[in-house]
Structure formats: structure tokens, C-alpha cells
């Protein structure tokens, strides 16, 4: 699955949304990693972070990582 919208793309095995939270879940299995990338509103480099679980909200910038492999971003 792989929603995308004009501040984040998303790929996991699971992408689940919690309306209550404004909170997205990706989860992916095995050696395969789910991946965020949120964009800034200057068109700078997209931030990316993979893991293995992502929480995601965007209305709160805040994501939380489990099994992380990989973040990559600004200072």
C-alpha cells in the first residue's frame, strides 16, 4: 500500500489510519521495511525514515519509530 499526499508517501505490508488519533500504523514483515517520507513545505530534501513499524501523525508532525533501520533527514 502506498498512500501518498502532498506532505508524506508511505509503503509498508499494512498501512492502517485511526481517524481518532489522525494516526497512521505501516507495518511490514519479515526482512522487508516499511518506509515514510515527509516533505517540507520550503521543497527541501524529503526527511525518510524505514523501519519496521512507523506511527505516524500527521496533524501532530510526530512519528515514532519501532525496529528502526534508517533515518534520514535534515540536522
Known amino acids: ?5 502532498q506532505e508524506f508517501s508511505a509503503s509498508a ?7 481518532s488519533k489522525d494516526q497512521y ?4 514483515f519479515g526482512n522487508r521495511k516499511a518506509t ?3 516533505f ?3 521543497g527541501q530534501t524529503p526527511t525518510r525514515s524505514v523501519s ?8 501532530h508532525d510526530r512519528v515514532t519509530l519501532h525496529g528502526v533501520t534508517e533515518i534520514q533527514g535534515l540536522p
Open 52 to 59: 519496521q513499524q512507523i506511527e505516524f501523525s500527521p496533524s
Open 36 to 38: 515514510l517520507r515527509r
Open 40 to 42: 517540507s513545505r520550503s
Open 25 to 28: 500504523t505501516l507495518r511490514s
Open 13 to 19: 505490508d499494512t498501512i492502517s489510519f485511526d481517524q
Open 1 to 5: 500500500q502506498t498512500p501518498t499526499s
